[in-house]
Every structure is written in structure tokens, then in C-alpha cells.
């Protein structure tokens, strides 16, 4: 099946240094790519849309100054957390769209556990 | 908008059923429904479209009603391995993209 890799799973990194995170679709390509932000026992919330070969879309709130997207091809998709602030610290994950007859549904990278010192 | 899942949490003991709600004030073009074990990424379960429809696999399932603004996850006999966190997405949220629940807490034990 359909396999999203997410890379790092885990980064901790100092206050103002900015953190990229990874996403790639194994064995399948993906023209669309979203990210979503999980607080401790909270839900998934969407952060913004990455659309491969142009501009992100973001979520209404979400600094897209800050929350840098990159989807240059059809298999990768970087987040950049810039200036990263404690305040950032969260689980951050990707995940693709696979879509099939009138169904979809979302795979999602691992994760990536920022920790922001 | 962000769909409402109730209950918050769950405790069960191994062998109970359980009942998720989702529900929205309008009418869902689909809902999704999640499970995610800590620390681990979500894994999806099913995808319900139509009004009415009813599916699902093992002794999970999922329906949709007519209305198509609530959907409800039945987990029956449950096993350990049925606990997590289980959340509700519909669509919503920038191009396709989903927007969850609050997501509902179920702990199983033995």
C-alpha cells in the first residue's frame, strides 16, 4: 500500500534556528500533500495545503512566513519551521491524499516531534 | 468548521462495545474516520460517502445518515488493541484537506 515517509521523527533544536522537515511519498505521487500540527492530546489541525509545483495553501491563522512549504516534485514535500520559538514546539505530520474511484483517503508520515529549547 | 465527536473518552473493559459520534450542523460531502495510538500517526479506518451507508470490516463499522451530518463508529467486542484515539475528519479545510474532531479517547483493558 501507499507509504508516507516523514523525516526527522524527532529534532530538538535551539530558539531562533530554523528546522526542515521531510515528506515523501514511497510508491506513489502525490500532487497534493498536507500538514497538520498535534498538541499533546489534542487534534489534528490542519496547517496548510502544499500543492506541488506552486504556492502552498495555508490555513487561516497559520504564518506562512514562518511555516516555510516547498513541494517541489511529486514525491517531496519540506515544512521549514523559520526562527523556531518555543512556542512551536509540537508534533508535526504530513500526510498524502490517494485517491480511487470516488474514494480518498489519507496516509500519513510518522510524525516529527519538534522541541524547540 | 470543526466537526463535534462526543464522547470526549471512553473506558471499557475487553469484550464491550463502544459508540463514537461525529456530527455537523451541515451536510458533509464524507466523513473519514481515524485511529492514532500515542506517539504514532494516524491510521485511517474508513471513508463513509453516501447518506444512509453503513460499512466496515472485523468488527469495526460506521455509518452515515441520511442527512448526512452525523456519522457514528461502532467498535464491538473490543480487543486491547482497539485503544487510542479515534477521530472523525471532514472535508473542509483548504483544497481536500481534512479538518478533525476533538477526537474521542478509548481505553480498553483487560
Known amino acids: 500500500g501507499a507509504v508516507v515517509s516523514q523525516h526527522p521523527s524527532r529534532v530538538i533544536c535551539k530558539s531562533g534556528t530554523s528546522v526542515k522537515i521531510e515528506c515523501r511519498s514511497l510508491?506513489?505521487?502525490?500532487?497534493?500533500m498536507f500538514w497538520y500540527r498535534q498538541f499533546p492530546k489534542k487534534s489534528l489541525m490542519l496547517m496548510a495545503t502544499s500543492n506541488e509545483g506552486s504556492k502552498a495553501t495555508y490555513e487561516q491563522g497559520v504564518e506562512k512566513d514562518k511555516f516555510l512549504i516547498n513541494h517541489a516534485s511529486l514525491t517531496l514535500s519540506t515544512l521549514t519551521v523559520t526562527s523556531a520559538h518555543p512556542e512551536d514546539s509540537s508534533f508535526y505530520i504530513c500526510?498524502?491524499?490517494?485517491?480511487?474511484?470516488?474514494?480518498?483517503?489519507?496516509?500519513f508520515g510518522s510524525g516529527t516531534q519538534l522541541s524547540v529549547l | 468548521q470543526q466537526p463535534v465527536q462526543s464522547p470526549q473518552a471512553v473506558i471499557l473493559r475487553e469484550g464491550e462495545d463502544a459508540v463514537i459520534n461525529c456530527s455537523s450542523s451541515k451536510a458533509l460531502y464524507s466523513v473519514h474516520w481515524y485511529r492514532q495510538k500515542h506517539g504514532e500517526a494516524p491510521v485511517f479506518l474508513m471513508i463513509l460517502l453516501k447518506g444512509g451507508e453503513q460499512k466496515g470490516h472485523d468488527k469495526i463499522s460506521a455509518s452515515f445518515n441520511e442527512k448526512k451530518q452525523q456519522s457514528s463508529l461502532y467498535l464491538t467486542a473490543s480487543q486491547l488493541s482497539y485503544s487510542g484515539t479515534y477521530f472523525c475528519?471532514?472535508?473542509?479545510?483548504?483544497?481536500?484537506?481534512?479538518?478533525f474532531g476533538k477526537g474521542t479517547h478509548l481505553i480498553i483493558q483487560p
Open positions: 500526510s498524502a491524499i490517494v485517491s480511487w474511484a470516488t474514494n480518498e483517503k489519507l496516509f
Open positions: 510508491d506513489f505521487q502525490a500532487t497534493t
Open positions: 475528519g471532514t472535508p473542509g479545510g483548504g483544497a481536500d484537506g481534512l479538518t
